[in-house]
């Protein structure tokens, strides 16, 4: 409580209480003036565990002859990775162009009835093995290219589907609804509002998408497309483990890339509002 006192002049005037002495209130043995030490950083446990991997795997690596071994085939894992990257870029380029717009369509409130319908369609992707959708086109289109990137781009078109119409489906309807106040038309809506707040999950499909393109791609092989497949499977094959190496970590350092480059442009194309990650 504030106290009143008289002054010289005989004025009365109030002052404040006292401040409380220390650790009053606060609890006993608190000091509010005390200053909270940081605590030394540790390392999470995955990062040791991938580091005591790293570790292992570059000490096998110099103790053994294996590394000149799979650069013999250096050529070839040039040649074919080519054929790789290609055949990854034609597929899931193309299912990006086709599954981003079918999720927008499906997502719209017209066909929202019919909309988990639809995307059992594109479940037949997932749930027929890779290499039967690529027995399958090779049936209907022969052997070569066009049937490899026909069954890649099946096999991979549901994850964007999927993520594309649930991250428009999950955009809180306040949004929507303050965007149509404003004035805004359907088409307004979905570009600056739906689609930016949609954007992560998008991201998310596709890196999903890619990954399954880049590890389904060695089989397509099999039907005469190449790739680096044709060091697998003829390593398998002849019983030689440097063949196989020699597609197979390639084909790892593919999938790698790519994903922390389709990272990159989601980290930097997602506003910062409403990326978890900035």
């Given at each position: 409580m504030p106290r009143k006192t008289v002054d010289e002049w005989g004025l009365a005037e109030t002052q404040p209480d006292p401040p409380p002495p220390c650790g009053e209130g606060l609890g006993v043995g608190v000091n509010p003036y005390a200053v909270t030490l940081p605590t030394r950083a540790t390392l999470p446990p995955a990062f040791l565990v991938w580091l005591v991997i790293a570790l292992a795997l570059a000490w096998w690596l110099w103790s053994s002859s294996m590394p000149a071994e799979i650069l013999t085939y250096w050529e070839d894992i040039t040649y074919l990775a080519v054929q790789h990257?290609?055949?990854?870029?034609?597929s899931g380029g193309l299912a990006i162009l086709v599954g981003v717009p079918v999720g927008i369509v499906l997502s719209r409130p017209a066909l929202r009835k019919v909309s988990e319908a639809a995307l059992q369609i594109f479940n037949l992707g997932t749930t027929i093995p890779t290499l039967a959708i690529l027995a399958l086109?090779?049936?209907?289109?022969g052997i070569g290219t066009v049937p490899a990137i026909f069954g890649l781009w099946a096999a991979t078109?549901?994850?964007?589907?999927?993520?594309t119409y649930t991250g428009l489906r999950a955009v809180p309807a306040h949004l929507v609804e303050a965007a149509h106040g404003m004035g805004m038309t359907p088409a307004q809506v979905l570009w600056r509002v739906e689609l930016p707040n949609a954007l992560f999950v998008i991201f998310g499909g596709i890196r999903t998408a890619l990954a399954i393109c880049v590890g389904s791609a060695p089989l397509v092989f099999l039907i005469g497309a190449g790739g680096l497949g044709e060091l697998i499977f003829t390593g398998i094959a002849l019983d030689e483990l440097p063949m196989m190496l020699a597609g197979a970590i390639p084909?790892?350092?593919?999938?790698?890339?790519t994903d922390f480059v389709v990272g990159r442009l989601q980290f930097h194309l997602v506003p910062r509002g409403i990326n978890p990650l900035r």
């Open positions: 990257i290609e055949l990854v870029a034609w086109s090779m049936s209907v289109l078109l549901l994850p964007i589907v999927r993520n084909t790892a350092l593919i999938a790698v890339i």
